[in-house]
């Protein structure tokens, strides 16, 4: 199974403007919707008309022939998409960028990680730290026994879709596993349709079919706190609290810091670390 045509061919931003295209009714611009619409959404020349472009030009961005558009083109482009704020940075940055040909995960200093390391060692709750292509990076012990069981357990995204314990691990694993789908889109931002995300995509549409229809809404999510359920084959149902941590100057890497939401949790995380 081949990885989609738009990071075959190096077109993440050509991609998400046929996707996003789709999504907008003409109705939603007060557009005639007409009993002849031959297309979910809008048309080519509709979406050019509402940014203020040609249609020509507007074919072009479409068809991967154009990838530079200009940041008056983006934003016009913003508003005939009806954009919230997540997709149009991510638009954003494809603009920008253009098509990202690198193939290494980004990386962090070393004399960075080792402090960052110590920093998930000082907590007391269970932490992780993610590059943008959600790799696990580093994790306190709570951070590895809270998945512990799970395997693979070196990119987050592969221990969602490919562990075998995955869907009973994760309570609402349907709900969960869209919302890693997006956030590996919005995070991978201007890096889309890099040699290392196509590497890490060609792995996980050819294993998993929820994440090959997942990644084809071109969703995007950006949390910084976020409700789990979880059920650990151990200490049983775990309620958390999801925070997320940027770090600036890191390559886009994030904290994961899971504080527990109630009291049975907590005793929960404590029976963790019991022999």
């Known amino acids: 199974m081949k990885v989609s045509r738009a990071h075959n061919s190096g077109e993440p931003l ?38 203020g472009i040609s249609t020509d030009y507007y074919v072009r961005l479409e068809q991967g022939r154009e990838r530079r558009p200009s940041r008056a083109v983006v934003r016009g482009l913003c508003r005939a998409l009806l954009l919230d704020a997540a ?11 253009g098509s990202a040909e690198g193939g290494e995960a980004p990386r962090m200093d070393t004399d960075r990680l080792d402090a960052v390391h110590q920093l998930l060692d000082s907590l007391t709750v269970p932490a992780l730290l993610v590059n943008r292509w959600l790799d696990i990076v580093d994790s306190n012990t709570l951070g590895d026994l809270l998945h512990e069981g799970l395997e693979p357990r070196d990119n987050y995204a592969r221990l969602v879709f490919l562990a075998p314990g995955a869907q009973a691990f994760f309570t609402q694993w349907p709900e969960h596993a869209r919302c890693v789908v997006a956030a590996l889109r919005a995070q991978a931002g201007s890096e889309a349709g890099s040699a290392r995300l196509t590497q890490l995509l060609k792995e996980l549409v050819t294993h998993s079919d929820v994440f090959r229809a997942a990644w084809g809404e071109h969703q995007l999510y950006e949390k910084a706190l976020d409700h789990k359920l979880f059920r650990h084959p151990r200490v049983g149902s775990l309620a958390l609290d999801q925070h997320v941590l940027e770090l600036p100057g890191s390559e886009g890497h994030r904290i994961w810091a899971f504080h527990p939401a109630d009291a049975a949790t907590s005793k929960a995380l404590l029976r963790l670390t019991s022999p």
């Open 14 to 51: 050509a991609a998400f403007l046929r996707a996003r295209r789709d999504r907008v009714r003409p109705e939603h611009h007060r557009l005639a919707p007409g009993a002849q619409r031959r297309v979910p959404g809008l048309r080519r020349d509709e979406v050019a008309f509402l940014a």
């Open 87 to 97: 997709a149009a940075r991510y638009l954003s940055e494809l603009a920008d960028t």
